[in-house]
């Protein structure tokens, strides 16, 4: 019995210094070697001041800008989930008309229009960095008119658009998509 539970102690103490410290402190030296940007969080600097992360939705609630995916977990990364409501939910049915509505008149759209499902139901995570070109096309106008954009601002700010089209990922999984940060960043610019 006591050589059982002496067996059993050093057992548990290798196994703590390999997979509690050996384990994590080698991962964290080679990612940090092979993908030190990705490795710190993927921040985003601008004048020496983090901005934000490329990998992280944030909101964007003046419509100077590109609204991201609607959040659950109000972009809180720290406890991402979804709402865990189900399709037969009274509360998820009544929160996407009231994005529905809310994302029409925004955006000064009819009340026919195709509206995108990345504009009125949250991401499974809460902090989706991206959305459908489709929702960005239909935020377009709303942008333009609020920053006042000329029909030479406009041409670029669809130029911007295409120029930040990300492919599917692997050319297969996903669809295209853009980073609604970047894009925001890059807006600044013109």
């Not at 940090?32 to 993927?42: A, H, V």
């Amino acid at each position: 019995m006591k050589k059982n539970l002496l067996i059993s102690l050093k057992l548990l103490l290798y196994l703590t210094v390999i997979t509690g410290i050996i384990y994590p402190v080698t991962m964290t030296l080679i990612s940090g070697l092979i993908f030190p940007y990705q490795s710190k969080g993927s921040m985003i600097v601008s004048n020496e001041k983090i901005i934000g992360s490329e990998i992280i939705g944030q909101d964007f609630a003046d419509n100077r800008y590109f609204t991201p995916r609607p959040s659950a977990i109000s972009y809180n990364p720290l406890p991402t989930g979804a709402s865990n409501q189900g399709p037969t939910n009274i509360i998820l049915k009544d929160s996407v008309e009231k994005r529905k509505k809310k994302y029409i008149k925004v955006n000064g759209l009819s009340e026919d229009t195709h509206i995108p499902v990345d504009a009125v139901f949250a991401s499974a995570s809460g902090v989706d960095p991206h959305i459908s070109v489709e929702n960005v096309m239909l935020q377009s106008n709303k942008v333009a008119n609020t920053r006042n954009f000329d029909e030479n601002k406009r041409i670029k700010l669809r130029e911007l658009i295409n120029r930040l089209i990300e492919k599917p990922q692997f050319g297969i999984f996903g669809e295209q998509r853009i980073n609604v940060l970047l894009l925001n960043i890059e807006l600044d610019k013109i």
